[in-house]
């Protein structure tokens, strides 16, 4: 949604000739779907005082806390992808400090007021032009004045969003400066180089004030092309050094994160993890016969499995250990026109069928299940989106391993989703998805105008946000192959259409940079995010969403998050989720499904 800034209906910029002539000329002139790399050095401090003054006259020696600055920081890039249609500014919504001081820096549209909506927690900020002054070299020093005010409503809310949802997340009224100096080179189509220092003061507690100070300075480094060579070695390279990290990680099976709790006998999370990182190992390429590998699932068949996410992930790793090599490169070229059903050992099969008996326990006991199959972590009266999209992946599993499902199981769960499917209020977009056979083809994407309807964790009148919202969608692709699979045909049509209108979602609210949507949510699971993004794209075979590559977008974020030792940055998650959905989305580890189309 394009909805982050818009300039003042009075506002001009009147700083002189060379201004005005090289704001005529300026334009980003990145590649098409390519991205600018920047090498970046930033600092980020904050103090506290009794009073405003105070804080501002204070050294900032101390850190700033997460709840204003999420510990992830944003990748130094501009993807093209992320620019307006004249290509002069940022049109995807900040969710971070640091982002705005990037938007405002980049911003080539010489507008006088930028407005940010819903940056929590200190709602919409509005930064003014309060000086700028051009050197004799061309480069600019800019000056604006920071102000907050509580988040106005947009279309699409839900109702009382705003007073419920909005200004309790938003309860922090910042003032302050941001003041940038940048050079841009008007024949490349590039700002070079950009320094930007933001201070932002505000009332924490009664008789206590904070002060924040961020100092960002940005220099060109590379421009990209779309998926060139450099980007396609060094995704090799990153998901190499990830699978070595993991590996090590999972030796021996014995570390804490990999043992289930005794308090919690039946929730088997640390499990989850083991088959997590089993399933991403074999999408990594690492060989069944890896010595640590192989130790490691054979632990994992033998564990007792007990909630819907470990019992789905085991499924999930189990496929994975027995599937065709290459199968998933083998659909995207169009060799294998579908997945292949898997040879699994009697054995395992034995074991994998105990786990599917227990993952159809795991359901909403307020539901008949043969009716409306809503899961659970385990057999209770509840159930969340999260738990549905694993217990229907462990299904797709269950059935790609020839381990038999109860017979309207899928027709079962699509009505589950499509119940809580939330409401459009009124928003629609025009949808342009490209699939992989469509380029390959040569052929155009169509535009569907569509409802945009997300996902929320449980309930459809609940704000929807981008992780829900695709693991949502995957389940209807799920369910709608499953059926096709099973000869079912009975709402197909209604499948369809929920599923454009995930899809168009989506694209309103399209980001890489944090969790889209709802903004409670915009810096939770961001590593979930994305791998839930691979999954819903590649299940439904998109390459591209309105023209953006999404894949690249994607990758070129995890790849400036990778650690030297392989790992990839935690969020709110265990480094070793972090990396597995890492390498499970730089793998593009899932394979399509059937779609009868």
């Not at 009075?10 to 000739?17: I, K, Q, V």
């Amino acid at each position: 949604m394009q909805m982050w800034h818009q300039a003042a209906a009075t506002g001009t910029l009147l700083f002189g000739s060379l201004l005005a002539q090289q704001q005529q000329q300026a334009k980003w002139q990145l590649p098409i779907r390519g991205a600018a790399e920047y090498r970046r050095t930033a600092t980020a401090r904050s103090c506290v005082a009794e009073s405003p003054a105070k804080a501002l006259s204070l050294a900032v020696t101390n850190a700033v806390p997460e709840r204003y600055l999420p510990k992830v920081p944003p990748a130094a890039l501009l993807c093209q992808g992320e620019l307006d249609r004249e290509q002069l500014a940022i049109a995807d919504a900040p969710r971070d400090l640091r982002d705005v001081m990037r938007a405002v820096a980049f911003d080539l549209h010489g507008r006088s007021v930028l407005k940010f909506a819903r940056l929590v927690p200190f709602g919409d900020l509005q930064i003014s032009s309060s000086g700028m002054r051009v050197d004799a070299d061309g480069a600019q020093a800019m000056s604006f004045t920071v102000t907050s005010s509580s988040p106005d409503s947009l279309p699409g809310d839900e109702v009382g969003m705003r007073k419920t949802k909005l200004l309790p997340l938003c309860p922090v009224s910042v003032a302050g400066t941001l003041q940038v100096q940048r050079t841009v080179d008007v024949a490349l189509g590039l700002v070079n180089s950009c320094r930007s220092e933001l201070n932002l003061v505000f009332a924490e507690a009664p008789k206590l004030h904070r002060r924040i100070n961020l100092v960002e300075d940005w220099t060109i480094a590379a421009v990209h092309q779309n998926q060139d060579a450099w980007f396609r070695s060094q995704v090799s390279v990153a998901v190499r050094r990830a699978a070595g990290w993991l590996l090590r990680a999972i030796e021996g099976a014995s570390a804490s994160y990999l043992k289930d709790k005794e308090e919690k006998p039946e929730r088997s999370f640390g499990s989850g993890r083991l088959a997590l990182a089993c399933q991403t190992l074999f999408h990594a390429d690492v060989a069944a016969s890896d010595p640590i590998l192989e130790r490691a699932f054979a632990e994992l068949m033998r564990r007792k499995l007990f909630d819907t996410y470990a019992i789905s992930t085991a499924l999930m790793a189990l496929s994975a250990r027995y599937a065709p090599p290459r199968e998933t490169e083998l659909i995207h070229d169009g060799t294998l026109q579908e997945r292949s059903h898997r040879q699994v050992p009697a054995t395992d099969r034995t074991i994998a069928t105990g786990w599917l008996s227990q993952l159809l326990h795991n359901v909403d006991r307020r539901t008949d299940p043969d009716r409306t199959l809503r899961f659970n972590y385990t057999a209770a009266s509840r159930f969340d989106n999260s738990v549905q999209q694993y217990g229907l992946l462990g299904l797709d599993a269950a059935q790609l391993c020839d381990i038999g499902l109860p017979k309207f199981a899928w027709q079962a769960a699509a009505k589950q989703l499509l119940d809580v499917q939330g409401d459009s209020n009124g928003r629609s977009h025009a949808l342009v998805l490209a699939t992989h056979k469509d380029l390959a083809a040569g052929k155009v994407a169509r535009k569907v105008r569509c409802p945009t309807r997300g996902f929320s964790y449980q309930d459809g009148s609940e704000p929807a946000y981008g992780s829900m919202t695709a693991a949502g969608t995957s389940g209807l692709l799920l369910a709608r192959a499953g059926m096709l699979m099973d000869a079912q045909t009975t709402d197909l049509g209604a499948m369809d259409a929920a599923i454009e209108a995930g899809f168009a979602w989506i694209a309103e609210e399209f980001t890489t940079r944090a969790n889209p949507g709802f903004v409670g949510r915009s810096q939770s699971h961001w590593y979930y995010w994305l791998y839930s993004l691979e999954r819903v794209c590649e299940l439904a075979g998109v390459a591209q969403i309105d023209g953006r590559d999404w894949y690249f977008e994607g990758a070129m974020q995890l790849l400036a998050h990778q650690e030297s030792d392989g790992s990839f940055r935690s969020d709110d998650s265990l480094r070793i989720e972090a990396t597995c959905f890492a390498i499970l989305f730089l793998k593009k580890a899932t394979a399509a499904v059937r779609t009868g189309r």
